[in-house]
């Protein structure tokens, strides 16, 4: 079992960043993919990045490519967003998710974080 503590959420004008954290309880860490999902009020969760077990693969949604990073250390349990350049459409509540898979879906996921809001204001 896995358990998950976002971390690193705020409010930053347009074209500001912020860099969430994932600090991940359990010994087993480093043999989950890991995944960043976003929820903003009244739409479903949406998975903006995803990464394999040993962090040399990810996957990024097209509304995210290019200006953010997922990252994960697995000495340390930790995996991270980078979100540069961020857009008022980048607001909602973000999530840390381990699964079986490093796909762009909620479906894989099994474990979740409780999340942490980001507000980005234009």
């Known amino acids: 079992q896995v358990q998950l503590v976002e971390s690193g959420g705020g409010s930053v004008q347009a074209g500001g960043s912020l860099t969430l954290s994932c600090a991940a309880s359990g010994r087993t860490f480093s043999s989950y993919a890991m995944g960043w999902f976003r929820q903003a009020p009244g739409k479903e969760r949406e998975c903006v990045a995803a990464?394999?077990?040993?962090?040399?693969?990810?996957f990024y949604d097209d509304s995210v490519k290019g200006r953010f990073t997922i990252s994960r250390d697995n000495a340390k349990n930790t995996v991270h967003l980078q979100m540069n350049s961020l857009k008022p459409e980048d607001t909602g509540i973000y999530y840390c998710?381990?699964?079986?898979?490093?796909?762009?879906?909620?479906?894989?996921?099994?474990?979740w974080g409780q999340g942490t809001q980001v507000t980005v204001s234009s």
């Open positions: 990464i394999n077990w040993s962090g040399n693969m990810t």
């Open positions: 998710a381990a699964g079986s898979l490093p796909v762009l879906h909620r479906i894989t996921y099994k474990y």
